[in-house]
């Protein structure tokens, strides 16, 4: 075992060998070799290359050099692409502040018998007056963003619960195309960096055909969960 896994249990290692191909004598040779494809790259600033960081990629994409630095190249891109969205990127932006609040996301104290952090929201939380949904998209995007670090994390992954029940058609009117692509490419772009489950619970007074039918083809490769009214 390296340093770069000494945050692991022995059981979540052999997990990371058996599911994910990680191999502590390769570990550094793996990480150099994403490494030295980022000149491949000179259009993307990659602003971290660091081993600990470069190991969450190749997790993500068992160990596949190639996926895990075209993984890393779509992060940096997607903030290059969207850089008002990160611009004051933390827990006391007041947008962000708020939604946290109002918990977005809400996180369990326990973890499921698979070792992977709860997540819920609650659509009918969202209070418009106070923050935006790209506000909501950005405290999600910055809370998976400090729970990664956990290497723990990295390996078992995510449940992401969406519960919709009471969500009002005030509030479905803000769901447009624009923001719902914006909000669904960040997730998904979250959901590349670690295993995320994701079950929605379907049943809110503004949320319509229209809009599950929008949002299905981009979580096609989520879990889901439906529960109808």
């Known amino acids: 075992m390296t340093h770069l896994q000494a945050g692991l249990s022995p059981e979540t290692l052999e997990k990371a060998r058996l599911e994910l ?11 150099q070799e994403v490494r030295d494809m980022v ?9 971290r290359t660091d081993d600990a960081f470069i190991l969450r990629f190749l997790r993500a994409r068992k160990f596949h050099h190639f996926e895990a ?24 932006d007041p947008g962000i ?44 995007l910055l809370s998976l963003e400090a729970m990664i670090e956990d290497p723990e994390l990295q390996v078992n992954g995510f449940v992401l619960i969406i519960d919709w029940s009471n ?11 624009s923001m719902l ?22 049943d809110a007074q503004g949320l319509s055909g229209p809009e599950i039918s ?8 989520m879990a889901w969960l439906l529960l109808e009214p």
Request: aromatic share 14%.
């Open 21 to 31: 191909n990680e191999n502590p004598d390769t570990l550094h040779q793996d990480i």
């Open 69 to 92: 630095f075209r993984l890393l190249a779509q992060y940096f891109e997607y903030r290059q692409q969207n850089l008002d969205m990160f611009k004051s990127f933390k827990a006391t």
């Open 97 to 140: 502040k708020q939604a946290l609040k109002d918990g977005f996301p809400g996180g369990l104290a326990n973890l499921d018998h698979y070792g992977r952090k709860i997540l819920v929201l609650f659509a009918a939380n969202w209070d418009q007056s106070r923050y935006t949904l790209v506000d909501i998209l950005r405290a999600i």
């Open 181 to 202: 692509r914006l909000a669904i490419e960040g997730l998904q772009q979250a959901m590349d960096l670690a295993p995320i489950a994701i079950e929605v619970y379907a």
């Open 214 to 221: 929008y949002l299905r083809p981009f979580w096609c490769s």
């Open 39 to 47: 000149i491949t790259r000179p259009d993307i600033g990659f602003l």
């Open 167 to 177: 969500f009002t058609f005030k509030q479905a009117s803000k769901l447009t195309p």
